[in-house]
């Protein structure tokens, strides 16, 4: 089993950084990818942004391109999201998530089955 727990959410202001750290328990998972989706109020869960479990490839989603940064240290077990350039629409609820499905879609939540609480992002204007 694998628990993950997201921190290092916050109130910016726009044009600010900010940066999540999802800590994991668990001796596999430095063996999965981790994903990091967000979520607004009464809306579905957007794909952010993916790594895979060697950090060879990432995968962004366009309105965080350029943006926001997915990083990890397997030694700690943690995986981190770097956020620039914050936006107000950039204000949700942001999860991490790792996967140890042998049918792996980066950016499919139902690919993904192992998920933290999630940790809240505001940007003011």
């Known amino acids: 089993q694998v628990q993950l727990v997201e921190s290092g959410g916050g109130l910016v202001q726009a044009g600010a950084s900010l940066r999540l750290s999802c800590a994991a328990s668990?001796?596999?998972?430095?063996?999965?990818?981790v994903g990091w989706f967000r979520q607004a109020p009464g809306k579905e869960r957007e794909f952010v942004i993916a790594?895979?479990?060697?950090?060879?490839?990432?995968y962004y989603a366009n309105s965080v391109r350029g943006r926001f940064t997915i990083s990890r240290d397997n030694a700690k077990n943690t995986v981190y999201l770097q956020m620039n350039s914050l936006q107000p629409e950039d204000t949700v609820i942001y999860s991490c998530?790792?996967?140890?499905?042998?049918?792996?879609?980066?950016?499919?939540?139902?690919?993904?089955?192992?998920w933290g609480q999630g940790t809240q992002v505001t940007v003011s204007s």
């Open positions: 790594i895979t479990s060697s950090s060879s490839t990432t």
């Open positions: 668990g001796r596999t998972f430095s063996s999965y990818p």
């Open positions: 998530a790792a996967s140890s499905s042998s049918t792996y879609y980066h950016n499919r939540a139902y690919s993904y089955n192992y």
